[in-house]
Each structure stands twice: as structure tokens, then as C-alpha cells.
């Protein structure tokens, strides 16, 4: 059986940096993408960030500038790192892992930028 355990998320203040970790267990197999998404309250949950197999990057136009995605493959793992956070980054936070077959979903780690 597939988990994702995300990690990183906690308190920061506005300017402030965190970085977070999805590691997934069990046998993931054509692994398309790997990706963070987010869902504040009253809000949809909207994408990220996404790194494909290859290594191609894609961004929210909000975070551009101010997050990285990159990824393990020998790990299974991607990490987010999130820098000049703002308060409107307050979220929860979302690892996707996309194959061919499946969507696999973590449990989901709070972000609060908040001073």
C-alpha cells in the first residue's frame, strides 16, 4: 500500500522560510509527477507546484519566484522549499504523486505565515 508522509509545515512569519518533505512508501511504479498543492479556507485547492518525470517545472503565477520544487527519484521523495513566505500562503498543504494508473494523496501538513 502506497503512503505519502509530508513533513515542514508548522508557524513562520511573513519574510520567512520553510521547507517541505513528502516521502512516499510502499511500490509507486511510471511515476508521472510529483506535486504540492494547497487549500486555505473557503477556498478550492489549487496547484502549487509539479515536477515532472523529466524534471520539467511547473509553478503557480503566486509562488513563482519564491518556491522551488524539486524531487529524490531514488528516494520517492519531493520537497518544497518556500521562501519570502506571505500570509496569503496560509494553507494546508498537499503532496500529489501521479502515475499512470493512480493519484496518491498525503495527509495534508498546515503552513501559517503569520506575525
Known amino acids: 500500500q502506497v503512503q505519502l508522509v509530508e513533513s515542514g509545515g508548522g508557524l513562520v512569519q511573513p519574510g520567512g522560510s520553510l521547507r517541505l518533505s513528502c516521502a512516499a512508501s510502499g511500490s509507486i511504479f511510471s511515476i508521472n509527477a510529483m506535486g504540492w498543492y494547497r487549500q486555505a479556507p473557503g477556498k478550492q485547492r489549487e496547484l502549487v507546484a509539479a515536477?515532472?518525470?523529466?524534471?520539467?517545472?511547473n509553478y503557480a503565477d503566486s509562488v513563482k519566484g519564491r518556491f522551488t520544487i524539486s524531487r529524490d527519484n531514488a528516494k520517492n521523495t519531493v520537497y518544497l522549499q518556500m521562501n519570502s513566505l506571505k500570509p496569503e500562503d496560509t494553507a494546508v498543504y498537499y503532496c500529489?504523486?501521479?502515475?499512470?494508473?493512480?493519484?496518491?494523496w498525503g495527509q495534508g501538513t498546515q503552513v501559517t505565515v503569520s506575525s
Open positions: 500529489n504523486i501521479a502515475t499512470m494508473a493512480n493519484d496518491y
Open positions: 515536477i515532472t518525470s523529466g524534471g520539467s517545472t
